[in-house]
């Protein structure tokens, strides 16, 4: 099992930044994967920036250029930065893991991009 501690989501106007972050309660290491989805309201979960097993970073093309995603391993914690906001980034953001037992989620952080 996984524990997820998610912050960083909230209210900016557009062409804001934010910065998320999820803290696991277990070692990164356990992971195969790890990134970032969002839903916004009426809409499919989407993958908005990932780790993959082989070490690499995917990103939806919708973030490319504006979102990064990084990690601290020491920390457990994986984070998403997001410069140039729009309002179409709004959504509710949520952590995701996958490791041998199955995928977990994060509770969700919700950002809204609005002036």
């Known amino acids: 099992q996984v524990q997820f501690a998610e912050s960083g989501g909230g209210l900016v106007q557009p062409g804001g930044s934010l910065r998320l972050s999820c803290a696991f309660s277990?070692?990164?290491?356990?992971?195969?994967?790890m990134g970032w989805y969002r839903q916004a309201p009426g809409q499919q979960r989407e993958l908005v920036a990932m780790f993959t097993s082989s070490g690499t970073t995917d990103y939806s093309d919708s973030v490319k250029g504006r979102f990064t995603i990084s990690r601290d391993d020491a920390k457990n914690t994986v984070y998403l930065q997001m410069n140039a906001l729009k309002p179409e980034d709004t959504a509710v953001y949520y952590c995701?893991?996958?490791?041998?037992?199955?995928?977990?989620w994060g509770q969700g952080t919700q950002v809204t991009v609005s002036s």
């Open positions: 995701k893991v996958s490791m041998w037992s199955g995928d977990y």
């Open positions: 277990r070692n990164i290491f356990s992971f195969y994967n």
